[in-house]
T-cell receptor, first 114, second 109 residues
Framework: NAGVTQTPKFQVLKTGQSMTLQCAQDMNHEYMSWYRQDPGMGLRLIHYSVGAGITDQGEVPNGYNVSRSTTEDFPLRLLSAAPSQTSVYFC?????????????FGQGTRLTVV | RKEVEQDPGPFNVPEGATVAFNCTYSNSASQSFFWYRQDCRKEPKLLMSVYSSGNEDGRFTAQLNRASQYISLLIRDSKLSDSATYLCVVTTPGRKLQFGAGTQVVVTP
């Protein structure tokens, strides 16, 4: 049971470089989301999707793009990396966006921008 | 003001003891409440949902106080394996998840 798979697990980027964090889930979940986790701040929502072809911004969307061409995949693109984007990124999915719905997380991507 | 606030700890707990901690939320329209557990440098995982009447799951008891806008988690008979960071999670109108920064619990032999 793969669940939510994120790649890569670690990445170092130079300022200005772009890259894509991959996220895939095999649970046929409608709702997928990206969070970043910084010390002392909890997880903050970057972007989310309620289904294929539908995406929306979360709390901290600047500098990131997403797309949802299939139910399974929800990649996160960093357009021009900045040191402020150094963080741990988690992808999550859940069956629906609703009450008492468990979110399943990928293992995280530890990104350092130098 | 943060939407969800937690005491970061650490709460140092002797093995076998009881520990309890709270989480406060600012949005009175919050709808669902959860505790997630996060082990060091790993992904969060659902520990338990929190229901209005309070609920237990083994050694873990969660309570919700809507009037004072806080939820609590109590761990009885603490085990070394309970050492982790406990994240308070609240669903806001629009049903997005809002995370607290976490409370660290360290269970010592």
């Amino acid at each position: 049971n793969a669940g939510v798979t994120q790649t890569p697990k670690f990445q170092v980027l130079k300022t200005g470089q772009s890259m894509t964090l991959q996220c895939a889930q095999d649970m046929n979940h409608e709702y997928m989301s990206w969070y970043r986790q910084d010390p002392g701040m909890g997880l903050r929502l970057i972007h989310y999707s309620v289904g294929a072809g539908i995406t929306d911004q979360g709390e901290v969307p600047n500098g990131y793009n997403v797309s949802r061409s299939t139910t399974e995949d929800f990649p996160l693109r960093l357009l021009s990396a900045a040191p402020s984007q150094t963080s741990v990124y988690f992808c999550a999915s859940s069956r629906r966006l609703g009450l008492n719905t468990e979110a399943f997380f990928g293992q995280g991507t530890r990104l350092t921008v130098v | 003001r943060k939407e969800v606030e937690q005491d970061p700890g650490p709460f140092n707990v002797p093995e076998g003891a009881t520990v309890a901690f709270n989480c406060t939320y600012s949005n009175s329209a919050s709808q669902s409440f959860f505790w997630y557990r996060q082990d060091c440098r790993k992904e969060p995982k659902l520990l338990m949902s929190v229901y209005s009447s309070g609920n237990e799951d083994g050694r873990f008891t969660a309570q919700l106080n809507r009037a004072s806008q806080y939820i609590s988690l109590l761990i009885r008979d603490s085990k070394l394996s309970d050492s982790a960071t406990y994240l308070c999670v609240v669903t806001t109108p629009g049903r997005k998840l809002q995370f607290g920064a976490g409370t660290q619990v360290v269970v010592t032999p």
